[in-house]
């Protein structure tokens, strides 16, 4: 909701809620799997609307130092080990264009070795979500703004190794947002589709169990 100043006609006024096409993030890469567990690939981020700002911000008045300490943050959630060569950022500044960064990627001990076998998270990068707890809800969830996430990865095999099994694909949709993700395997190449989408911006706290879910 915004204020609108008027005088005697001054009134609050509901803002329209954006499509979440219009605020978006889409990850691509490409990886290749080593016999010893490690993952070296490449990354490339996109981002539009005001899921941007942010790192617009960062890209365009901060200094080298808070850029890299953010990437390492970021990746800190889903690598212990990793390094990064070769960061590029294109249309940090106009707001018309996706903010683009792109960037090679190392992490060792990606895979986890189960005696002949090793063991491989297809969502390589990227935690999404709202964190939750088993409390008792009483106001409502303020889910911030609708966005649409999307990524696709593919991780190259190395020589001589087989998938094994793969997770079950999942698809749940509850209306005020919606996930869905899949692992396929084309020849010796995994590849890893999702997408996360949230359409509202609050929910009522007797729905915070769909949340949850």
Do not use: C, W
């Not at 990354?43 to 901060?62: A, C, F, P, Q």
């Not at 959630?77 to 070769?86: E, N």
């Not at 649409?148 to 190259?156: A, G, K, R």
């Amino acid at each position: 909701y915004g204020l609108l100043l008027e005088g005697d006609q001054s009134q609050i006024v509901a803002l329209p809620v954006l499509s979440p096409e219009l605020n978006t993030i889409n990850r691509t890469a490409q990886f290749q799997l080593q016999p010893d567990g490690s993952l070296k690939g490449t990354v490339t981020e996109k981002r539009y609307g005001d899921i941007s700002e942010n790192h617009r911000r960062l890209y365009v008045m901060g200094d080298a130092k808070e850029q890299s300490d953010f990437l390492d943050n970021t990746l800190g959630k889903d690598f212990t080990t990793f390094t990064v060569s070769g960061f590029v950022v294109q249309n940090a500044a106009s707001l018309s264009k996706d903010l683009t960064t792109s960037y090679s990627l190392s992490a060792d001990h990606f895979a986890k070795a189960m005696g002949p076998l090793l063991m491989v998270r297809p969502r390589v990068l990227g935690s999404d979500g709202l964190e939750t707890d088993r409390k008792a809800r009483r106001v409502p969830i303020n889910l911030r703004e609708t966005m649409q996430v999307t990524d696709d990865f593919s991780i190259e095999l190395p020589p001589g190794y087989a998938v094994d099994e793969t997770p079950d694909p999942v698809k749940v949709d509850l209306g005020f947002a919606a996930y869905q993700s899949s692992v396929e395997v084309n020849g010796d190449t995994l590849h890893y589709t999702r997408t996360y989408t949230v359409r509202k911006v609050t929910l009522p706290s007797d729905q915070y169990g769909d949340l949850q879910k």
